[in-house]
């Protein structure tokens, strides 16, 4: 009789061994680190909300400025002034005239006048004024007297005019510009394209690039000193960590108006200056502010105050001013790790402050290829931690132990010399590893414990005294 065929049980795969686990959580562990490197640096994958937290709450912050000054166009001076945003060019103007009364050592500006003023007015006074060339009014002396009136009211009108003539006074403003990209395509490009002398920086390096640019209009640049781009970088969640100190625009490099500001400031450190806007591909981390570290003066206070006012005066001279909006709803939401929205000259001012005091924070480049190395040597170190230590609570310890100095490490490195290497790629490794040891060594003492198990139930011992059971051997 036949027997009955046995079922098939198919391919069975055979079980990874504990070590060939290890190995491959060390290896994704060095992997997200590699990631994290070919990616721009820290913070990758996992990590900016601890850096948000760690640069927010446990680095220092930027101490309050003694030379830096916001002069704002704020609530009040909207109040003051009874107009609306955007200001008129004549109000620009006379910020402007006030402003070159203190003899400040720069006046940095975050906005762009990239439309002529309003000339429907102009248009008409000049018709008007032609009309009365052509009459031959203007040859007898009450003609002559009625056209040199017109041609003063109509340059006391023309503001475009009026305010180049407050910028060519003032002789160290700083215009704002934009590098025109995805994000930012709605304003009309320069014509010659160009904002100044370009940056000896490489093109290819920066993290910022642009297809054109953006700024104001000709006669306001001729008598600005310079222009600086106003363009910031947003991480995908919306929140600005990096500040671009240059942008590419084809083969050419130009500052931000940070960097625009700093090279007027000091012109003889302008290489040191450069080499430090070109760490991180032109986009460092920023060590963020002190709590109200920035002194205020609203703009409608300036232009209401006495021109011979001391206390203004102290406040503004020798100092350098960056100008810009912050009344409610018109200052976008530029937004800092850990913060509420903020004015995106602020951001500009202490973006200043951060590269002439050389508080840059770095994590690309070698930095982020260190982090790789310090992520092997961790994980290399507790997979020979695991070869040599027997039992799973010292696992435990060695591994909390490796993980407290990396943090440690990596906090430090952030803290004294602002390297910010990746944290959780070397953290998920090692959990990981610890995960596998752990199961691994809890398995083998099962293992371990039903052997011994069978054994005693095979052979069991006699207590010490007692008699041995009928028909066995004593």
């Known amino acids: 009789m036949s027997s009955a065929p046995e079922p098939s049980r198919g391919v069975v795969l055979p079980r990874p061994s504990p070590a060939l686990l290890r190995r491959g959580a060390a290896v994704l562990g060095v992997g997200l680190a590699v990631l994290t490197a070919l990616t721009g640096g820290a913070p990758g994958l996992g990590e900016r909300a601890l850096y948000d937290q760690a640069v927010s709450r446990l680095l220092p912050g930027v101490p309050r400025s003694a030379d830096l000054v916001l002069v704002e166009v704020d609530d009040r001076t909207l109040a003051a002034l009874g107009e609306r945003w955007p200001l008129s060019r004549a109000t620009w103007a006379r910020a402007f005239h006030a402003l070159a009364l203190r003899r400040p050592a720069t006046v940095a500006v975050d906005v762009v006048f990239d439309q002529p003023g309003a000339r429907e007015a102009l248009e008409l006074g000049e018709d ?42 003032s002789g160290s403003v700083i215009l704002g510009a934009a590098a025109l990209t995805d994000d930012l395509a709605w304003m009309p490009p320069l014509e010659d394209g160009a904002l100044g002398t370009p940056l000896p920086l490489p093109v290819e390096a920066l993290r910022l690039q642009g297809r054109g640019l953006a700024g104001s209009i000709a006669p306001l640049r001729m008598a600005a000193h310079g222009s600086g781009t106003l363009n910031m970088l947003l991480d995908p969640d919306g929140v ?28 003889e450190q302008s290489e040191v200056l450069r080499r430090r806007a070109s760490v991180d591909d032109g986009a460092p981390l920023m060590r963020l502010p002190s709590p109200d570290w920035l002194p205020r003066v609203s703009l409608g206070d300036l232009l209401q105050a006495d021109p011979a006012s001391v206390g203004l005066d102290l406040a503004l001279r020798g100092k350098t001013i960056f100008v810009g909006v912050t009344a409610t709803g018109l200052h976008g939401q530029s937004t800092l790790p850990g913060q509420v929205a903020v004015p995106g000259v602020e951001i500009h001012a202490f973006a200043l402050d951060n590269l002439r005091a050389g508080r840059l924070m770095r994590s690309a480049g070698p930095i982020a290829w260190g982090g790789v190395l310090e992520t092997a040597c961790l994980l290399g170190l507790f997979a020979l931690a695991c070869r040599r230590i027997r039992s799973p609570a010292g696992v435990i310890r060695a591994a909390a132990a490796l993980g407290v100095l990396h943090v440690a490490l990596v906090g430090w490195l952030a803290a004294d010399l602002g390297w910010v290497m990746p944290l959780v790629p070397a953290v998920v490794g090692l959990v990981l590893m610890l995960v596998v040891d752990y199961a691994a060594r809890t398995e083998e003492l099962g293992r371990q414990r039903g052997a011994l198990r069978k054994l005693f139930i095979r052979y069991p011992q006699t207590a010490p005294g007692s008699s041995a059971p009928p028909g066995e051997p004593r």
């Open 240 to 267: 600005i960590r990096r500040y671009p100190f240059a942008v590419g625009v084809g083969a050419q490099s130009w500052p931000s108006l940070a960097l625009a500001t700093a090279l007027k400031l000091m012109p």
């Open 128 to 169: 008007l004024l032609a009309s009365l060339q052509a009459s031959g009014l203007a040859a007898q002396p009450a003609g002559a007297a009625l056209v040199a009136e017109l041609e003063a009211k109509l340059r006391a009108q023309d503001g475009d005019a009026r305010l180049a003539e407050a910028l060519a006074e």
